[in-house]
């Protein structure tokens, strides 16, 4: 789930009236989808998207507030676009300003104080609102838009035109699930995207249909914490995700399945069955313990222990043998000793990862944490997280170097960067380099692994050593 990304969306289409909009996305996974469903909704007012700030009519910044680094990036990044825009003015142009996201949600109007060239501000509960708040300004008004939306978002979201779906992938993400309840004492996630809330079955269901329509191969479900994910079946009972997974299942031409990011307490005796049984299901769970101390984990108000997460990993196991794990760290938690940390590196070497994202303890305002005693010096979580990325690394290389010698099945999902070559992805999320002979985009080939990059994997259809 927090993998770093920064993406710029691929231009889709033309429209009559052109205008562009250059979005660029910070942070997750679930923002990668929010960018594309406003440009969706920004797509009726004639905008199509564009991979340049130079030749934009609007930028949408969608970011990221997780931890202090990611927030304070976005005023450095309007910085350098009000410099775009005087540039554009001075030739007779413009460029409207705006923030959407975590960030945007969290600081509200504040962000136009500090950044008084932004036009508009818009909370993630209100995107079907962003034509709106767009018309506002474009009379001269600052908009904020931050209120919580009563009605249903995704209800007045627009579906993307097809030919758009088409341009995006064969992959695709599918937010199922916003918001958290946990309250986790480090996280600003209750606050910046309110509380938990699940799309009903019909709904999710109706927008999966239509990205295998579109020719999407591997849907990807989404949620802050996905797995916690309950909604009307339209059977008048209240489905589970297992449940759900199972029905996606059955939607003919839809071949991978895989969901992220999910919270240890709420993986239940279902979700577990559908990884026994659906072998659409891909063998990869993204499963974040956060810490292995005992202590720092009931202070980070994730209510359960290092053994029940172990427990948890044996049952999962056994269900999936080929199950490979990848989680999140937070090291220097307010209050973590040196033996806290061991408890971590421990859990680790115990469970073993095929990835792993790991961060220092940031402060972020306004959570628990913050105001916790003990915080740990910069430079002690700089050692340990040094350590704990060492370990994890390791693992890493170890899992890929596993897969040298077997034969894996890799959905293809585009050209390669070098001529013949294309590239796929492996079950466990590995990038897969295959000679243009093997399939096209679409296709799941099974191949042999020969050989190992430093992210990504070399089919032996490669008949020539790459990078070396
Ligand atoms: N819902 C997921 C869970 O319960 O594990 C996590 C989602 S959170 C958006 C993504 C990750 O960011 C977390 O797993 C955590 O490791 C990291 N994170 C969140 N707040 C943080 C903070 N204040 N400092 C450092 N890392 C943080
Ligand atoms: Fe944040 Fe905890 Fe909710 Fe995950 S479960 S989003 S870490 S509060």
């Known amino acids: 789930?927090?993998?770093?990304?920064?993406?710029?969306?691929?231009?889709?289409?033309?429209?009559?009236?052109?205008?562009?909009?250059?979005?660029?996305?910070y942070g997750c996974q679930?923002?990668?989808?929010?960018?594309?469903?406003?440009?969706?909704?920004?797509?009726?007012?004639?905008?199509?998207e564009t991979s340049s700030m130079d030749d934009a009519d609007m930028v949408l910044l969608n970011?990221?507030?997780?931890?202090?680094?990611?927030?304070?990036?976005?005023?450095?990044?309007?910085g350098r676009i009000r410099m775009v825009r005087e540039e554009k003015r001075a030739n007779g142009g413009d460029l409207m300003i705006g923030v959407a996201g975590c960030v945007a949600q969290a600081e509200g109007k504040e962000i136009i104080k500090r950044a008084p060239a932004v036009d508009f501000v818009i909370g993630p509960t209100t995107y079907h609102r962003l034509g709106e708040v767009v018309a506002k300004a474009k009379t001269g008004k600052k908009v904020v838009e931050t209120e919580y939306a009563v009605e249903d978002k995704f209800e007045h979201l627009p579906a993307p035109a097809k030919k758009v779906m088409m341009s995006?992938?064969?992959?695709?993400?599918?937010?199922?699930?916003?918001?958290?309840?946990?309250?986790?004492?480090?996280?600003?996630?209750p606050y910046t995207r309110g509380s938990e809330v699940s799309r009903p079955v019909s709904q999710i269901m109706d927008e999966a249909k239509r990205l295998v329509d579109a020719g999407v191969r591997e849907i990807t479900l989404l949620g802050q914490n996905v797995n916690a994910w309950h909604g009307a079946g339209g059977d008048d009972r209240e489905w589970g995700l297992g449940e759900l997974l199972y029905k996606l299942a059955?939607?003919?031409?839809?071949?991978?399945?895989?969901?992220?990011?999910?919270?240890?307490?709420?993986?239940?005796?279902?979700?577990?069955?559908?990884?026994?049984?659906?072998?659409?299901?891909?063998?990869?769970?993204?499963?974040?313990?956060?810490?292995?101390?005992?202590?720092?984990?009931?202070?980070?108000?994730r209510k359960h222990t290092g053994d029940d997460y172990r427990k948890l990993i044996d049952r999962i196991r056994s269900a999936r043998p080929d199950i490979a794990l990848s989680g999140d760290f937070i090291v220097g938690f307010p209050g973590e000793t040196d033996e806290d940390f061991e408890d971590t590196m421990q859990i680790v070497r115990d469970v073993t990862h095929a990835a792993a994202y790991s961060f220092k303890y940031s402060t972020r305002p306004g959570t628990p944490g913050a105001d916790m005693p003990n915080q740990?010096?910069?430079?002690?979580?700089?050692?340990?997280?040094?350590?704990?990325?060492?370990?994890?690394?390791?693992?890493?290389?170890?899992?890929?170097?596993?897969?040298?010698?077997?034969?894996?099945?890799?959905?293809?999902?585009?050209?390669?960067?070098?001529?013949?070559?294309?590239?796929g992805r492996s079950p466990w999320l590995q990038p897969v380099i295959c000679h243009e002979s093997v399939g096209e985009v679409g296709d799941?080939?099974?191949?042999?692994?020969?050989?190992?990059?430093?992210?990504?994997?070399?089919s032996d259809t490669i008949a020539t050593k790459l990078g070396q």
């Open 1 to 25: 789930m927090s993998a770093p990304i920064i993406e710029k969306i691929p231009s889709a289409g033309t429209n009559t009236d052109t205008k562009k909009v250059f979005v660029k996305t």
């Open 30 to 48: 679930m923002n990668v989808y929010d960018s594309q469903r406003m440009a969706d909704a920004l797509a009726k007012d004639g905008y199509v």
């Open 63 to 78: 970011t990221c507030h997780i931890r202090e680094k990611a927030a304070e990036k976005v005023y450095s990044e309007i």
């Open 168 to 189: 995006r992938g064969v992959t695709s993400f599918l937010t199922v699930q916003e918001g958290c309840d946990k309250f986790c004492t480090f996280c600003v996630v």
């Open 250 to 301: 059955e939607i003919d031409g839809l071949k991978r399945l895989r969901y992220v990011t999910s919270h240890p307490r709420d993986m239940d005796d279902a979700l577990i069955e559908a990884h026994r049984d659906l072998s659409m299901l891909m063998p990869y769970l993204h499963l974040p313990v956060q810490s292995g101390s005992d202590k720092i984990l009931k202070a980070m108000n």
């Open 376 to 423: 740990v010096p910069e430079d002690v979580k700089s050692e340990r997280l040094q350590r704990l990325q060492a370990l994890l690394t390791q693992q890493q290389k170890d899992f890929m170097q596993s897969l040298v010698g077997k034969n894996m099945d890799v959905l293809i999902e585009k050209p390669g960067r070098e001529a013949g070559q294309i590239v």
């Open 444 to 458: 799941i080939v099974n191949v042999k692994i020969s050989q190992v990059m430093v992210n990504s994997l070399v």
